[in-house]
């Protein structure tokens, strides 16, 4: 069974720093890698899409990369703003189902 | 607009006594799902359906049964509801995984928010 990992679970950091967020899985016969934004109590809102093939997609200050061969994607956060404080979720598609990670809880200082 | 909904977004019930919670789309999505959301544990698939008719069990389907008569619909079920089942529950849609349509990207509803007492 697939197992997504997102690691750090928290992370704090000061307005207007580049960061990067992980998310590991153990099974690496994906079909796509979907990284989403979660406000406190709210629904899911998606960010980015990596396809199997794909290496990486971006998306204004986001970029996200897909690397099989090592389990491993990364979303990358330009320049942060007190706006994006959220958790940030990846789920990956294997087989007829998806597995999603903990997710890993975002705080920009101003 | 292309959307998930369901309904009701909030739900306090008592133990036992049997509720539904819809899902709709408008997107001719072929795949749904419903998931819930624990802290600590991430969202977990409860069952999916690939088409109309075809559903299938996902990680923690206990206590839960699903129909899909429709292609649009998939209400999630709780015959007798615990207080185990409390939790925040989310459907969503997308194209079917594999195929000529594979790795299509996931839709969310906006969830329902359900308390068993």
């Known amino acids: 069974k697939q197992e997504v990992t997102q690691i750090p679970a928290a992370l704090s950091v000061p307005e207007g720093e580049n960061l990067v967020l992980n998310c590991s899985f153990t099974d690496s016969a994906i079909y796509n890698l979907q990284w989403f934004r979660q406000d406190p109590g709210k629904g899911l809102t998606s960010l980015l899409l990596?396809?199997?093939?794909?290496r990486e997609q971006t998306s204004g200050r986001l970029n996200a990369s897909l690397d099989k061969s090592s389990g491993r994607s990364t979303l990358y956060i330009a320049a942060s703003q007190p706006g994006d404080s959220a958790t940030y979720l990846c789920?990956?598609?294997?087989?007829?189902?998806?597995?999603f990670g903990t997710g890993t809880s975002l705080t920009v200082i101003p | 607009e292309a959307q998930v909904t369901q309904n009701p977004r909030y739900l306090i019930t008592v133990t036992g006594k049997k509720l539904t919670v819809t899902c709709s789309q408008n997107m001719n999505h072929e795949y749904m799902s419903w998931y819930r959301q624990d802290p600590g544990l991430g969202l977990r698939q409860i069952y999916y359906s690939m088409n109309v008719e075809v559903t299938d069990k996902g990680d923690v389907p206990e206590g839960y049964k699903v129909s899909r008569k429709e292609k649009r619909n998939f209400p999630l079920i709780l015959e007798s509801p615990s207080p185990n089942q409390t939790s925040l529950y989310f459907c969503a849609s997308s194209h079917p995984p594999g195929g000529g349509l594979r790795g299509n990207e996931q839709f969310f509803g906006p969830g329902t928010r359900l308390t068993v007492l």
């Open positions: 990596i396809q199997s093939s794909q």
């Open positions: 789920a990956d598609h294997t087989g007829n189902q998806f597995y």
